[in-house]
């Protein structure tokens, strides 16, 4: 089995963060230039990683403001 692209080893760690708790609904995440640095990825694979991220409602982008961890809706 392949291994996974950068984006999809980037949005499992965001992913890990949300669902530890260590993020909650609100939080800011890092710029995308602290992510590009913190793991080494260009400004491409932080994008995709993030849109995957919103795809599924975990988090939200204010535009110019930053990408915040998203309510989540329970039940």
Same mark, same amino acid.
């Given at each position: 089995? /392949?291994? *996974? /692209? *950068?984006?999809?080893?980037?949005?499992?760690?965001?992913?890990?963060?949300?669902?530890?708790?260590?993020?909650? /609904?609100?939080? *800011?995440? /890092?710029?995308?230039?602290?992510? *590009?640095?913190?793991?080494?990825?260009?400004?491409?694979?932080?994008?995709?990683?993030?849109?995957?991220?919103?795809?599924?409602?975990?988090?939200?982008?204010?535009? %110019?403001?930053?990408?915040?961890?998203?309510?989540?809706?329970? %039940?």
């Amino acid at each position: 089995m /392949p291994a *996974k /692209p *950068k984006w999809a080893r980037l949005a499992d760690h965001i992913r890990a963060r949300i669902e530890s708790g260590e993020w909650v /609904p609100g939080d *800011k995440l /890092p710029s995308t230039a602290q992510l *590009k640095v913190e793991h080494g990825v260009s400004q491409t694979v932080v994008r995709q990683a993030i849109l995957v991220l919103q795809t599924q409602g975990l988090v939200e982008g204010v535009h %110019g403001v930053g990408v915040f961890v998203a309510e989540r809706a329970e %039940g």
